[in-house]
């Protein structure tokens, strides 16, 4: 069914990353009491050496013999690195999220949540990872008839996405601004097209920062929609506030932000929000800077990674 559809190298995409998830928190969990246990052995040093009520010479400790042979959490830090420079996540932010892991098991938790979500939140999709050409959403609801207005009759989205955008689109009513959506899903054909118009009206450069190869793009996954105008404009129209401050809180990433062309591909786009989740986005935005696409690649790397 939907996205898990998609070729993968593992028989069942979801259970090797579970499993590995489990070992991993077991290790953390581990290394947690064994650092509790480190910190009663040295306050019982201490009390020792002050009670001169040692132990006898030469006997072994088997607290003393864990810390000679190596703390287990290394070998988190060293799965983490490689998954991190995998997925090329910059020094700064790699930096947060090595500290995060070994504060404490939040991070993996966190990370294990949005793994047991609907997989389609997660698909990269991007210049370089494409959807397999004939995907479909076997979901897509009509967008209409709610608070959410449409530029035009016929757009579909899947219908976790169309429910939730109802949801934000009457929160942003109540407080008096009106969400437009101007664009959603598209197939591979109408990608297609697009591209082929692009590349014939601006030229293949231009059309690559603006527009998406056929199977390349978060419209064919039926979870991102463009708003209003679809233009720079956006970004300073009520709705285009409201959005930036608000969409968060009902599972809306901003895909393309200002300022990140080098790591998304494309160009800012204040108009382009791509549904992921409520737990995708905090995810996003306790470990990744608010920054999609740096997750999605971790995400990816780490449900491949052997
Ligand atoms: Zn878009």
């Known amino acids: 069914m939907l ?8 028989p069942c995409p979801v259970l090797r990353p579970l499993l590995r998830i489990v070992l991993l928190l ?18 019982t040093e201490t009390t020792n050496s002050a009670s001169q009520d040692g132990r006898s010479a030469g006997s072994v400790d088997p607290v003393e013999q864990y810390l000679t042979e190596g703390d287990s959490g290394l070998i ?25 892991a070994a504060a404490g098991p939040s991070f993996i938790l966190d990370l294990l949540t949005c793994l047991s979500g609907e997989p389609g939140l997660r698909t990269l ?15 897509l609801v009509e967008l209409g008839n709610g608070s959410c207005q449409v530029s035009r009759k016929g757009l579909l989205l899947r219908r976790m996405a169309a429910e939730s955008l109802e949801e934000m ?52 996954t039926g979870l991102a929609v463009d708003f209003g105008s679809i233009d720079d404009s956006f970004a300073e129209t009520p709705a285009g506030l409201w959005m930036a401050a608000n969409a968060g809180r009902f599972g809306w990433s901003l895909s ?31 470990y990744f800077g608010g920054i999609q696409q740096y997750a999605l690649r971790f995400i990816y790397e780490w449900e491949r990674a052997e």
């Open 125 to 139: 999709v991007d210049k370089e990872h494409a959807l397999p050409g004939g995907y479909e959403p076997v979901d």
């Open 76 to 100: 988190l830090d060293d799965f983490l690195d490689r998954i991190l420079k995998a997925a090329e996540i910059p020094p700064d932010v790699a930096g947060k999220v090595s500290v995060a």
């Open 169 to 220: 689109a009457a929160a942003a009513l109540a407080g008096g601004v009106t969400l437009v959506a101007s664009s959603a899903y598209r197939s591979y054909a109408y990608q297609e097209e697009v591209y082929a118009r692009n590349v014939r009206e601006s030229g293949q450069e231009a059309a690559d920062r603006e527009s998406a190869r056929p199977g390349r793009s978060q419209h064919q």
């Open 3 to 10: 996205i898990t559809n998609m070729p993968g190298p593992l």
């Open 256 to 286: 393309f932000p200002d300022g990140y062309e080098e790591v998304t591909g494309y160009r800012w786009e204040s108009w382009h929000y791509r549904y992921v989740g409520r737990d995708l986005v905090s995810f996003i935005d306790t």
């Open 26 to 43: 077991l290790l953390i969990l581990s290394s947690c009491t064994k650092g509790d246990s480190r910190n009663t052995l040295l306050e």
